[in-house]
């Protein structure tokens, strides 16, 4: 009977499963990649490439730390999540919650572990045409980037990748097996889980330290003396983006709040009733939203930071020294900066998407019986919230750090708005989730909406 009901679990939750599993692949593979290029650039012979191998791959590291990381938290405990009304089915069939918590974690542990060994090897077939990639980006040929892939990197990557899954899948499904049985059949089935009020005052406590040392590192910047050399100015300016990483961490700290009253103002606008009810729903669940948000949210507010302190440094570096020209990056050497993080916010917001297909054929189809035709309006929706976290992100740092350089260390800065690339990475992000939608919505519109609400497939 206990096999019959794990079987009947993953089966219905196989859409679930394989949104975390290729989310960890795609995850796996990017760091691994990363942390190749930088071994590679370790071995390579001139200290020429070795510090333009290990400053690439160690920035690409960073983003991918830094949005990847954080996105792949995010989907594990949505796909957790999902299966709280199946724990409550297993103990409602007589299932001991200490018994349901080791077949969920079994689960966990298959899952993370099958997802980082896949992931280690693919990085090992697709690390040849990178290296290929990397040799004609314009940084220094390297014969290390024609050899195999270093067996650490793909060690570290199980190994990271992993970690995350299971540190996060385990406190998730603690949770799962803990909530109410009752709550848990009658609700819906991810329907945002309340945080416990002491880790609330936790969080809100480091970010309010985070701002408060952010804010006194801005003052201390402001009182530095002005730098002339070139050189000096040009290693001083990379302050801008380690407080660009300050404040996207604070955003991930309070992000779920922020977006949950962005989404609210959203819904008080008057565009219909498809608006008014896409705009309800992705209030009512602020941690499904999160987490198809946060990511995208986090890989523009880091190109739009990246973008920016290229461009302030060409600017100064011009005005100062006349040397704007070292500093432009080719677009191959953007694309290995960015193309990896940019790839796991897109995977990571799709296989929320993808998680949830039956709860959103489910809503599809009440929406249908109840004279609704809103099918991909939240798209919109999505698309206007990632662009004002976004943005608002990089305009926070851009404003804070300007004045801090014009009245300190560099005159001659000015303030810039942020280009159109993070407009773009959320536009692919939120296209490729609205093509999911459109997919989901369709196949909901050949079936009977009764009968799907009823319970019927």
């Given at each position: 009977m206990l096999a019959k009901l794990v079987f009947n679990s993953v089966a219905r939750s196989v859409s679930t499963w394989l949104a975390l599993i290729i989310s960890a692949i795609v995850m796996s593979?990017?760091?691994?990649?990363?942390?190749?290029?930088v071994i590679a650039g370790t071995k390579c012979e001139t200290e020429e490439a070795q510090n333009a191998f290990v400053a690439m791959g160690s920035g690409a590291l960073m983003f991918t730390v830094l949005t990847g990381f954080m996105s792949l938290v995010l989907v594990v405990k949505i796909c957790v999540g999902l299966q709280r009304k199946q724990v409550a089915l297993w103990q409602v069939a007589g299932v001991l919650p200490s018994r349901a918590t080791i077949i969920l974690l079994a689960e966990v542990v298959v899952v993370s572990l099958v997802s980082a060994g896949l992931g280690a090897v693919v990085a090992s077939f697709v690390w040849p045409a990178y290296g290929r990639f990397v040799w004609d980006?314009?940084?220094?040929?390297?014969?290390?980037?024609l050899r195999p892939i270093a067996s650490n990197s793909l060690l570290i990557g199980i190994i990271a990748t992993s970690a995350v899954v299971l540190i996060t899948g385990i406190k998730s499904s603690f949770k799962v097996v803990r909530s109410n049985v009752v709550e848990s059949l009658s609700s819906d089935e991810f329907i945002s889980v309340r945080r416990a009020k002491w880790r609330r005052v936790i969080r809100a406590i480091i970010a309010v330290l985070l701002i408060l040392g952010l804010t006194a590192g801005y003052f201390g910047i402001s009182s530095q003396p002005r730098i002339t050399d070139a050189r000096k100015l040009g290693d001083y300016m990379t302050i801008y983006m380690g407080t660009g990483i300050g404040v996207c961490i604070i955003f991930a700290l309070?992000?779920?709040?922020?977006?949950?009253?962005?989404?609210?103002?959203?819904?008080?606008?008057?565009?219909?009733?498809?608006?008014?009810?896409?705009?309800?729903?992705?209030?009512?669940?602020?941690d499904l939203t999160s987490a198809l948000v946060v990511p995208i949210v986090m890989m523009s507010a880091s190109t739009g930071i990246m973008n920016l302190w290229i461009d302030k440094l060409m600017h100064v570096l011009n005005a100062q020294a006349g040397t704007a020209a070292a500093v432009n990056a080719p677009p191959r050497q953007m694309v290995i900066l960015f193309g990896g993080p940019v790839l796991s916010a897109c995977v990571c917001a799709s296989s929320v998407v993808c998680a949830t297909i039956n709860q959103r054929t489910e809503d599809n189809a009440i929406l249908l019986v109840s004279g609704s035709k809103k099918i991909t309006v939240e798209s919109v929706i999505y698309f206007i919230i990632s662009c004002v976290c976004g943005y608002g992100i990089a305009l926070i740092n851009e404003v804070a750090i300007n004045a801090a350089l014009e009245a300190g260390p560099v005159p001659v800065s000015e303030f810039q708005m942020p280009g159109a690339n993070p407009a773009y990475i959320v536009f692919a992000a939120v296209a490729l989730s609205f093509v999911l939608l459109v997919a989901i919505a369709y196949s909901g519109?050949?079936?009977n909406p009764v009968a799907v609400i009823s319970g019927g497939r």
């Open positions: 593979v990017i760091l691994t990649l990363n942390i190749g290029l980006s314009g940084l220094p040929q390297s014969e290390e980037l309070v992000g779920t709040q922020i977006i949950h009253l962005i989404t609210r103002l959203l819904g008080c606008l008057s565009f219909g009733n498809s608006w008014f009810m896409a705009a309800r729903e992705a209030s009512a669940r602020p519109l050949r079936k």
